[in-house]
């Protein structure tokens, strides 16, 4: 630990409670403590706050529909495009020449896309687009790393209104098969690779894979050249275009930003669930676009004039929300970097921040602690002095990386938000409003205004304060999902609860996670409550996991659980009983990595594959997760008296602990 570190213990550790400086609070787009009260007598009107931050090509005429719950309806009959809201309005603002997009390359190659250079790309990129036949309401699937390419691909998707389907370049070919094929997406944008600490990432062949798993006919490919001579010469099939060329043929094009009413479909994004399969979450053009819009105001206290960075990708929702449609449609710059912060050195997230004066900043507690880990040697290399708010997302922040950041980042100056939102909220829902409220590290805070979140038993019956339960939302919000593509019967189970026995009789939003709440109404995200793993901020199904291990020939039956993981908040273990005639083996083990790579891609790998004849079961034949993860965690055991075989389990355990 450097000392840094060890005043920060000295001094910071023991303080619970931390206030906004005066200077940030006389600047910050909302100081006044009154807004939560202005929105809770006026709700559900306190919202058109939001849509009034947008451009309407006609006005809605009802805030909410609220007439087929959960089917909510927000900012009916209105119209407008997200292009036209993110990039032409900016344009003609008169900001035409202020920077949009910042992007740095992993070598530090850099692209400046002024507003007006952005307009001009995504006209011409939707002119290609609808040339190669995709029409309104057709799904676009884009299958990209951080490149410049892939905002513009998503704003001439909404230009046409064509919704995008983003799906995270990490993901295997398999991953992208099945999205496809769930959303019936006929075209795809993707990328020849991309470098990695280094190394140029062949991309094409694992696009290619994909495209082969796809069941229905795919009428169009567009590939951008991003390695140049670094490429790995793959030839583009009859349906495949070079991005390039495709901009070279429609130079100069201009194409009309279609109205679209507020409820059409922006796009889709794909998330983990329970199950084994994917759900399709469909975000909406208004309420979606407002609900970014307002809180990128709000809680990330965005300007015009803001140089703003969020470290996520944008193949996840943080990005579509916080690097693209939030940032871009206050007529902010928002940076992308295509790289991981270690590359070529620890303090290369700190160069960018003080190459680019960025003033907001937002980023994942894993990423934090790794920053920890490293040493405070990195961010003091470098002037961090332009910013002036820091922000966290993705899973629960503990209270000393917490300060770390807020010490070592923010130099004590920048306010902390904790954002606590999910793929299908849209948007932050718990979070403190850095120009108003206190701070207090390892929870989030407040529900947002005009957002009625609240902690409740099994019941559905609100909890005593300091009690933990799990986390609901009582009362729609514009940027919520409206239904999961295609079903809105899992739509309805997966999310939703009918209270009938109150007076009005009430749907309540359930996230799937555990929480508690303060006197002061600050709630603490205690993680998920379902089957979900949350791995370096990332969403894993352990269902999905265990049926890519069941796949590896020679796999009889696996369980996958969460451990306990120092960086990555949780990391995958995997427990896995093979078929006779199988050997417990090294290359076993690297079949199985294999094929959990394979089906999702390796940010689900497993961080040990503990081989076991049989799997703590109970008398029903229930697999005793709970057991399962005290072995990973190396905590005392709980009751085993149910279980049918009590005797593996301390066979388990000695197999992970490596005695
Ligand atoms: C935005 C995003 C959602 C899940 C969510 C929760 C966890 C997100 C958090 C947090 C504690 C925070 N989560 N933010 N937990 N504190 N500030 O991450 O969306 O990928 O859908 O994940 O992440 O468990 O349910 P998504």
Known sequence: MSDGDGELEARLVEQEEFEPTEEFVEQANVSDPGIYDEFEENWPHSWERAAEMLDWFDDYDQVLDDSDEPFYEWFVNGKLNASYNCVDRHVENGDKNRV?????????????????????????????????????????????????????????????????????AGFSADALATRMNSADSRFLVTCDGYYRRGDALDHMEKANEGLDGVDHGVDATVVVDRLGDDGFGHDLKGNQHDWDDLMADHDGDRVDPVERDAEDMLFLMYTSGTTGEPKGVKHTTGGYLAYTSWT?????????????????????????????????????????????????????????????????????????????????????????????????????????????????????????????????????????????????????GPPLPGIDARVVDTNGKEVEAGRAGYITVNKPWPGMLRTLYDNDERFISEYWQEYSDSDEGEWVYFPEDGAKIDDDGYITILGRVDDVLNVSGHRLGTMEIESAIVGVEGVAEAAVVGGDHEVKGEAVYAYVILEDGYEETEEMRGKIIEGVEDAIGPIARPEQVVFTPELPKTRSGKIMRRLLEEIANDEELGDTTTLRNPDIVEDIQTKVRGD
């Open 296 to 444: 990128s105001h709000s809680v990330l206290d965005l300007k015009p004039e803001d140089t703003y960075w969020c470290s996520a990708d944008i193949g996840w929702i943080t990005g579509h929300s916080y690097i693209v449609y939030g940032p871009l449609s206050l007529g902010t710059t928002t940076v992308m970097y295509e790289g991981t912060p270690d590359y070529p050195q620890r303090d290369r997230l700190w160069e960018i921040v003080e190459k680019y004066a960025v003033d907001v900043f937002y980023t994942a507690p894993t990423a934090i602690r790794a920053f920890m880990k490293w040493g405070s040697q990195f961010p003091e290399r470098r002037d961090l002095s332009s910013l002036r708010l820091l922000g966290t997302v993705g899973e629960p922040i503990n209270p000393r990386a917490w300060k770390w950041y807020y010490q070592h980042i923010g130099d004590e100056e920048c306010p902390v938000v904790d954002t606590w939102w999910q793929t299908e909220t849209g948007g932050m829902m718990v979070t403190t409003l850095p120009g108003v409220g206190t701070m207090k590290p390892g929870s989030a």
């Open 100 to 168: 949009a997009i910042k992007w740095e390359g992993e070598h530090g190659d850099t692209r400046t896309y002024t507003y007006q250079d952005l307009y001009r790309e995504v006209n011409e990129f939707a002119a290609a687009l609808r040339e190669l036949g995709v029409e309104e309401d057709d799904v676009v699937t884009l299958y990209m790393p951080m490149v410049p390419e892939l905002p513009i691909a998503m704003l001439a998707c909404a230009r046409i209104g064509a919704p995008h389907s983003v799906v995270f």
